[in-house]
Nanobody, 118 residues
Framework: VQLQALEGGLVQAGGSLRLSCAAS????????MAWFRQAPGKEREFVAT????????YYADSVKGRFTISRDNSKNTGYLQMSSLKPEDTAVYYC????????????WGQGTLVTVSS
């Protein structure tokens, strides 16, 4: 599966933004999907993940209650709805996919920059 993260941008603190991750191929529903981010000068960190069916989600403590991960398998697209954004959320956001049964995320999008101004 090939992934393309879309729709980053500049937003003021306290604002909202939704990222999309468009997947190619007909087997998107066979993959768990996740979002990671990498802030300037920092290591890439986990943000959120969702199971292939969309039935279960899991979040990093830093975004819990503010971000919502979802997916639409009929559109081969995943989403990350971000609300109450903070300047420390500024980062390049990556979507990633992991095939059922795999232990690692083997498929990555190119990243999209989100900048939160104070």
């Amino acid at each position: 599966v090939q992934l393309q993260a879309l729709e980053g941008g500049l937003v003021q603190a306290g604002g909202s933004l939704r990222l999309s991750c468009a997947a190619s191929g007909r087997t998107f529903r066979s993959y768990s999907m996740a979002w990671f981010r990498q802030a300037p000068g920092k290591e890439r960190e986990f943000v959120a993940t969702i199971t292939p069916s969309g039935g279960s989600t899991y979040y990093a403590d830093s975004v819990k209650g503010r971000f919502t991960i979802s997916r639409d398998n009929s559109k081969n697209t995943g989403y990350l709805q971000m609300s109450s954004l903070k300047p420390e959320d500024t980062a390049v956001y990556y979507c990633a996919a992991r095939r059922i049964g795999s232990s690692s995320y083997g498929y990555w999008g190119q990243g999209t920059l989100v900048t939160v101004s104070s």
